[in-house]
């Protein structure tokens, strides 16, 4: 059974940093694409952030125009876990944070498997 478990929201003032943390389970992480989306109230889901599965040409990310030079996603395939760093954050950013693995890293790919969510809420 497939298992992403998402941790590390919480409240922060603007301006302020947290690290999201996504732990898989039941596949073969270093094989899939890791993404992180967000949802806030009453709006529809929107892509934040993709890294690929490494390949002989490496890895790659992909970024919403709007975090691009605060967040970075990283993974860790020993620990089978992909990271959200997000710094100076924004009002703007409270949302409730998913991850998510796929096959192809992009944003508008499909993404198999969910985690549960973990809340971010940023403080003006």
């Known amino acids: 059974q497939v298992q992403l478990v998402e941790s590390g929201g919480g409240l922060v003032q603007a301006g302020g940093s947290l690290r999201l943390s996504c732990v898989t389970s039941g596949l073969t992480f270093r094989n899939y694409a890791m993404a992180w989306f967000r949802q806030a109230p009453g709006k529809e889901r929107e892509f934040v952030a993709v890294?690929?599965?490494?390949?002989?040409?490496?890895?790659?990310?992909n970024y919403l125009n709007a975090v691009k030079g605060r967040f970075t996603i990283s993974r860790d395939n020993a620990k089978n876990t992909v990271y959200l760093q997000m710094n100076s954050l924004k009002p703007e950013d409270t949302a409730v944070y998913y991850c998510?693995?796929?096959?192809?890293?992009?944003?508008?790919?499909?993404?198999?498997?969910w985690g549960q969510g973990t809340q971010v809420t940023v403080a003006s």
């Open positions: 890294i690929s599965s490494i390949s002989w040409s490496g890895i790659s990310t």
């Open positions: 998510a693995s796929g096959v192809v890293a992009s944003p508008s790919g499909q993404y198999d498997y």
